[in-house]
């Protein structure tokens, strides 16, 4: 079992998502994180879909979504030759007394100070999926508010091969 991150373009329209989503569902596959978005193309939207799964479940995932009529294609997103980023949002009870150590973490994650009030920070955070576990690790000595924190969304560097 592995984590899978696959990109699917699709037609941009009504329902789509929900096609594709149940897709996953009907064969008992988690979706680990998602995120949709519409691409240089308007009439396409790219679904980047983060799962865990073996060889043979994540080709069945893939030969089920050819399937779809709204289907250009699904790319297989390998980690070591792609860019996958993640955003955080989290708001951190703040005070006098650990002020100096949330700015000194947000320094080593280059987390970006958004917002402070009287008793809170709010931080954001992009990076690796990786990174934002760490960061978010990390806070679980102080207490974490909010937090809010988007699938993954990834490109591949280079040429882009789509899965055959």
Do not use: W
């Amino acid at each position: 079992m592995k984590k899978t991150y696959l990109s699917f373009l699709v037609d941009n329209h009504h329902g789509v998502l929900t096609r594709l989503s149940s897709l996953f569902d009907q064969r008992g596959f988690n979706i680990d994180s998602l995120t949709v978005s519409t691409t240089n193309d308007e009439s396409l939207s790219r679904i980047t879909i983060a799962t865990t799964g073996d060889e043979g479940e994540i080709k069945q995932i893939v030969n089920q979504t050819r399937k779809l009529e709204e289907y250009e294609g699904v790319f297989e997103i390998n980690p070591y030759d792609s860019l996958i980023r993640e955003l955080l949002l989290v708001k951190v009870a703040s005070d006098k007394n650990n002020r100096s150590s949330l700015l000194e973490l947000a320094t080593i994650y280059k987390a970006k100070i958004i917002d402070i009030s009287e008793g809170s920070i709010v931080f954001e955070v992009t990076g690796k999926p990786a990174k934002i576990d760490s960061y978010i690790n990390h806070l679980k000595d102080y207490c974490i508010l909010e937090m809010c924190r988007t699938g993954a969304t990834a490109l591949q560097r280079g040429e882009v091969k789509m899965i055959k």
